[in-house]
């Protein structure tokens, strides 16, 4: 989540929804302007600063951005994966439902005594896809390729048959 002391930025819910898929049901219903100036009006002036009271976050872990195409034999998932290394990344697929999950450490440091932006996600990430056409599973057909930051993942579409035409009777 970004975490700020400014009001220009994204607000927290924008930030959830965007990790979160746009999933209405998980994101936080939307604030009208009369709440939001009420909330600010409540909010105590002072020189102190003012500890930001987040939402746990540790339930919902931070969603992959991928990119899915596909060529005439190929379907192929990208996906940003900077400074995590091969041995955090965990990808599977089962029925056609593609999951990549992983670890992205490093984001803590034990001195910080106050955060004044933290755009950056660190922690465990999950990304469920339906893939769009049938593809092979067997490990023949599957290759990943982590290089540069980004994940690579090229299947083999399954070959179908073009549909028959049934006569009706």
Known sequence: MARTNSDDLLMEDDLAAAFLGGDEELAAPVETEEEVVAVEEETPESSEPVEDEWENTDDFPGQLA??????????VVKARTAG????????SISDNILTISGVLSGGEDEQ???WHIQECYWGEFSRTIALPVQVR???NSVKAELKDG???ITFEKEKTEAPKKI???
């Open 112 to 114: 910080t005594t106050r």
């Open 137 to 139: 599973e067997d490990e």
């Open 150 to 152: 980004v994940l690579t």
């Open 167 to 169: 006569a009706i009777q």
């Open 84 to 91: 995590i290394s091969k041995s955090d990344l965990d990808v």
């Open 66 to 75: 991928v990119d899915v195409y596909e060529t005439a034999d190929k379907l």
